[in-house]
């Protein structure tokens, strides 16, 4: 997805350029681990899950309400994915979790924008995120690691060396953040955070009760947005609503 160059220019080139040289750093500490390991050798670092796509996020569901503490970097935030872990993070953050959740500016589109930006709990920013990592309890740190027969894996990683590459790559990443709130497009700025999380989900299609489930809030409530989301844009259907705030999703 190409980045839209006056959203851009929200991050200074020097905070951007810091981050990109942080992660560059990361990168080769996390590839010297993986390669220990693939040798057997001791290396601060243990695979802690293996396989699919849904094999990783399932142990990462269960293990996570481990967590008191958590410093996420993602170098994307999808729809699907985020009516999955927004609800989940809601319930970790009412159990006692802290988060500060960091997606890739230029990979994270403007309905997954209106998402995060009407999280009330949690704190959600956009910016310069090319390597996916999490810290959890300010102690160690989880990254991609060894593929075998094509399938991935989870590191849990407290080799010094890696572990302060991941705190300056956070660091610096942080830095050449903005809140979440700053990349809603201006043609939706009149409405509500909730409601604009409610178009953002109609845009790709989602139905009212899963729209529901998203936000925890009742289907009827969601009728009802949605019912003042058409007053407030001028249509008389859903779908004439759904083709103008696309139109509006592109007016950053």
Request: charged share 25%.
């Amino acid at each position: 997805m190409a980045v839209d160059d006056s959203f851009a220019a929200r991050i200074p080139a020097e905070l951007r350029q810091a981050a990109l040289d942080a992660a560059a750093v990361l990168q080769v500490r996390r590839s010297e681990v993986v390669a220990r390991l693939e040798r057997g050798e001791s290396c601060g670092a243990t695979v802690v899950a293996a396989g699919s796509n849904a094999d990783l996020n399932r142990w990462m569901r269960d293990d996570c309400v481990r967590w008191r503490d958590l410093l996420s970097v993602k170098p994307a935030g999808f729809v699907p994915q985020l009516q999955i872990s927004l609800p989940q993070n809601r319930r970790l953050i009412a159990d006692g979790l802290q988060m500060i959740s960091l997606f890739s500016i230029e990979a994270t589109g403007p309905e997954s924008r209106c998402l995060l930006a009407g999280e009330e709990v949690g704190e959600y920013r956009l910016g310069v995120c090319p390597v996916q990592m999490k810290v959890i309890d300010r102690r160690y740190v989880l990254l991609n690691g060894p593929c075998e027969n094509e399938e991935s894996s989870i590191m849990e990683v407290t080799a010094p060396d890696c572990l302060d590459a991941a705190w300056r790559y956070w660091h610096a990443a942080l830095a050449a953040s903005i809140p979440a709130e700053e990349g809603v497009p201006t043609g939706l700025s009149r409405l509500t955070p909730r409601q604009r999380q409610v178009v953002a989900l109609l845009t790709v299609d989602t139905r009212d009760e899963a729209i529901a489930e998203t936000l925890d809030i009742s289907v009827r409530t969601v009728r009802s947005d949605i019912a003042d989301l058409m007053d407030a844009l001028g249509v008389r259907s859903r779908f004439a609503a759904g083709i103008r705030v696309k139109e509006l999703l592109r007016d950053l």
